[in-house]
């Protein structure tokens, strides 16, 4: 098959990964299909890549896997990471035994770039500090006050630092680019305030007036928890046209039996419960979660966290309306959220926490600024200048590009974490149930009746309803086993058969112990009686499980 080369130490426009994309449709006709699921606000596509051998069976009749990614503007890096995915399916199917394994038995529907408009800003100069889709441009989302912007035609916005007897912050006392905190009782020194670059609409002359941005946050439009008192959640569940397209693909594709929606920043895997401490959440499922995610940090490297007991820090206002608290809380399927890149503790800082707003003190500063100067440069630092500002008089701009530090890597480091993270990804997606029918074996009693037997297994390590959340909320569909008669009929027992849900190997973690959880069976056996009405009769089993796919297999009676 030929190879499509993709740049992995850069990241691509939507131009350019639209290009991308379309080539690997191009160049892999059979294994996949692009389509288009929303127009964005600005008119671009939101790209959608299926992934399977259509050979093998159609793809409704396998196990499925989704990745999405850059829900938010600025989260490049994730982008980068789904695209690696798609080309790394394909371009190793045939050559690599695991992914040609997974490419034939399981289908991988991919969402590499959700948020079009939104990455365009943030991946343009000068670099917009924004997170949501295209509703508005950047300055339209506020009324009055400070509108970030780039007022020194640098191309990048960046801080101003302002000089101000009042002011929080002071140089740092071994490096003056280094901003520090202002010690409690601190007096008798040069203080400033920091704002972000820009402008002042309807300036008083005293207060700086800073909106909260009204740029949407698409990560809070889901349904489950809804509320619109959280930062972006719009104007009802699934208001924007991007989080629709993600519901229909999700809804459409009952198979999904495992999601990975990438973020950045911090290096970490996050699981759930956002709304709920541990002890509060289903043993089994914390179980579970806790196993697929020591796969996650053996080959990421990123520590798997609950939202909840570790990422949100005011436990009274836990997140609303996200995408996996509508997965997994609603429909029972096993998704994690992984941040990827940790600037911090790639510089040498020790981690610390997982959720670090600031202010950080001047040893980690000093650590991060170094690493970004040497391994970034300009992009990554802006060195502090001069600027007569027409609002607030002499005033510095410069300081840290957050999108470029902060948020994503440096192209050169890019790869490497694409590559171990899509690896994560196949891991979890082969941890899908699978069922098949181990065997069909008939037996003559004579006067042309036959005794048919069919066992049927779940050869996955997940179960067949994926999780407790799934048979708590009545959404785990049942196993069934239906037996078709050609030239032959039925004469006992019924010819369809719920089997109810298949356990899978990880409720076997351990050595059996009546203190442990308890086992469940993972192979079921179903008998009929079946007259033969002449010769050639046979029989065909058919076993069909939502999430662990579609197997038939066919006996004769003679």
Request: charged share 25%.
């Given at each position: ?463 067949t309803n994926l999780s407790d959340v799934a048979v708590q909320n009545d959404v785990a569909k049942p196993v069934t086993l239906a037996l078709a008669c050609e030239g032959a009929e039925v004469v006992m027992n019924p010819a369809d058969v719920k089997l109810g849900n298949l356990a899978g190997r990880n409720e076997r973690r351990y050595a059996y112990s009546n203190w442990g959880q308890q086992w469940s069976p993972v192979t079921k056996k179903v008998e009929w009686l079946v007259k033969a009405k002449g010769e050639g009769a046979a029989v065909t089993a058919t076993v069909v499980s939502e999430k662990g796919g579609t197997c038939r297999k066919s006996v004769g009676l003679d």
């Amino acid at each position: 098959m030929p190879k499509v080369d993709i740049a992995f130490d850069t990241y691509h426009t939507y131009d350019a990964m639209t290009a991308h994309l379309q080539n690997l449709a191009k160049a892999y006709p059979k294994l996949c299909k692009l389509t288009s699921i929303a127009k964005s606000f600005q008119g671009r596509d939101v790209w959608f890549m299926t992934i399977t051998n259509p050979d093998t069976g159609p793809a409704l009749e396998k196990p499925g896997f989704y990745i999405d990614a850059q829900i938010h503007a600025e989260e490049h890096a994730t982008s980068a990471t789904a695209l690696y995915a798609c080309w790394y399916l394909l371009t190793n199917y045939g050559a690599d035994e695991e992914v040609t394994r997974l490419v034939d038995t399981q289908v991988f529907y991919i969402i590499p770039r959700i948020n079009p408009d939104g990455a365009e800003y943030a991946m343009t100069a000068p670099y917009h500090p924004w997170c949501g889709n295209g509703r508005c441009l950047p300055g339209e989302d506020r009324i009055e006050g400070l509108i970030p912007q780039d007022i020194n035609d640098d191309g990048y916005i960046v801080q101003m630092r302002v000089p101000d007897s009042k002011g929080e912050w002071k140089k740092d006392s071994e490096n003056p680019d280094i901003m520090v905190q202002r010690e409690p009782g601190e007096e008798g020194g040069e203080y400033y305030r920091l704002y972000p670059e820009g402008l002042i609409r309807d300036y008083d002359g005293v207060h700086v007036h800073i909106e909260k941005q009204q740029d949407g946050n698409m990560n809070r439009n889901f349904p489950t928890n809804w509320t619109p008192q959280e930062y972006g959640a719009g104007e009802y569940p699934f208001s924007e046209p991007e989080a629709a397209g993600m519901r229909d693909v999700i809804l459409n594709h009952p198979n999904i039996t495992g999601m990975c929606a990438y973020h950045t920043h911090g290096g970490i895997i996050l699981r759930p419960s956002m709304l709920r401490p541990d002890s509060e959440m289903s043993a089994p499922d914390l179980s579970l979660y806790k196993a697929l995610g020591e796969v996650g940090e053996r080959l990421t490297g990123y520590p798997t966290i609950s939202v909840y007991e570790d990422f949100t820090p005011d436990k009274t206002k836990a997140r609303h309306g996200s995408l996996t608290d509508w997965t997994y809380e609603e429909l029972g399927i096993i998704s994690f959220a992984t941040e990827l890149w940790d600037l911090e503790r790639t510089a040498g800082v020790p981690k610390e926490g997982y959720y670090n707003l600031g202010p950080r003190d001047a040893e980690t500063q000093r650590l991060v600024h170094n690493w970004v100067v040497e391994h970034v440069g300009e992009q990554g630092f802006r060195a502090w200048e001069s600027f007569d500002h027409p609002q607030l008089g002499h005033v510095e701009i410069g300081g840290m590009v957050y999108i470029w530090s902060y948020r994503n890597p440096p192209g050169k480091m890019l790869e490497e974490i694409c590559h171990n993270n899509t690896l994560f990804n196949l891991k979890h997606a082969a941890s899908a149930p699978r069922v098949l029918i181990d065997s069909v074996e008939v037996e003559s009693l004579g006067a042309d009746l036959h005794r048919v037997t069919a066992v049927v297994s779940n050869h996955g390590y997940l179960p067949t309803n994926l999780s407790d959340v799934a048979v708590q909320n009545d959404v785990a569909k049942p196993v069934t086993l239906a037996l078709a008669c050609e030239g032959a009929e039925v004469v006992m027992n019924p010819a369809d058969v719920k089997l109810g849900n298949l356990a899978g190997r990880n409720e076997r973690r351990y050595a059996y112990s009546n203190w442990g959880q308890q086992w469940s069976p993972v192979t079921k056996k179903v008998e009929w009686l079946v007259k033969a009405k002449g010769e050639g009769a046979a029989v065909t089993a058919t076993v069909v499980s939502e999430k662990g796919g579609t197997c038939r297999k066919s006996v004769g009676l003679d």
